[in-house]
């Protein structure tokens, strides 16, 4: 008879995302926790809370067994993973659909393929996306190597199949040390995911991290919700996201939208998904995706007035996409910072007491955060405590309005990332958008050269 009960599988602002979207939706909530987290502001608003185990997340917020029993214990119908976690965990989607509680994700053999990049990639050139030139798959052999990399062109980047977060790369500058460097990733491959398949790819010197949000009904219809420029990051952690890119035309972004939702909707893809592109020289060329929902996704909600999760509780409970690609209008500009427990300089992760805490407000400013006054950040867990998300008409518009916001939050108590952002909008550069994903690290940089 619908879902009427989530059981929400995270921690965190998120979790009070998904909170928000269910009861919005007239759908009760059940948090689960780790003893650490038991004065969370997640499990405080939820209308059940399970507590599932020791601080370590792999003892809870990643235990199988703890969470599937807390499901069954408070009638729970449907499971929200959320992102990081379970999110993208095949095995564990398939055990909650064994027992018949829906999956508020992507079907569980989407993950799957996904989650291989050889395969993801594969998947994504048989449906008509366009790749990074490369090896055709897996290549094992060191004479293949050689002469695929001949082929494309010096510099290659050796990639683990399993890879993710950057590990288990290696950018190989010329022949000569190709073997010793793919030996390097594969000792790295292996002791990450235990899996030392390896795979090549032309090196793209300078681009930037466009990508585009997709749904589908799981039926073969599938839209897209446009691109975000995620290119500011720093250890492949993303610091600052907006929608739109400040580089993609309206016909760029129909035209890379229509091939995605058409890739989309030919595999009948269900939930929320996320394809990642480095963009170069006007070039989109596909790397990975994403079957999950993303921290960044409250940007798309600002520019097309969608509530992403409710459109993910929707189609898992079997419903049509909540709107017709024809209908969907991108508005104005919308910049995502994401503030972290952590010191603006050295980024050693400060968790502690909150003693004073006052969030930024006014027209077109949202903060998802779980932070009060008085709450202890645990230090278990990821360091990102807030995200401040502003919206304009247009992107100068939004930058005002962020650096205002930006000057409102007051966070004591701990360190925070809210002065790094002051200081990023106070860069020419990030004004005009003129950035690429090797900006920020190469400014953070010289920053630390100028301070010594
Ligand atoms: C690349 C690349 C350059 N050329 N692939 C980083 C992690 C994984 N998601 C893919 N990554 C990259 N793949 C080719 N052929 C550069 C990166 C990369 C990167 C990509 C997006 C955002 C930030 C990045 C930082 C360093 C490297």
Redesign the pocket.
Known sequence: MGISRILIANRGEIALRIHRAAHEMGIETVAVHSTADADAMHVRLADHAVCIGPPSATESYLNHAAIISAAEITGADAIHPGYGFLSENAKFADIVEAHDIAWIGPKPEHIRTMGDKVQAKKTAGALGLPL?PGSDGAVSDFDEMRAVAAEIGYPV?A?AAS????RG?KVIPSEDQLESLVKQAQNEAKAAFGDDTMYL????GN?R?IEFQVFGDGRGNAIHLGERD??L?RR?QKVFEEAPSPVITEEDRMRMGGIVADAMAQMSYRGAGTI?F?WENGEF?F??MNTRLQVEHPVTEAITGMDLVREQIRIADGKDLSVKQEDIRFTGHAIECRINAEDPFTFAPSPGKIEYYHQAGGMHVRVDSGLYAGYTIPPYYDSMIAKLIVYGRTREGCLMRLRRALGEMVIQGVKTSIPLHQELLEQPDVLSGNYT?KWLEEWLAERAENET
């Open positions: 990074v980047l990639k890879g993710g977060g950057g790369m790819e032309k090196y793209l681009p991290h995620c290119s990051q492949h990642e480095l060329y790397i990975e994903i």
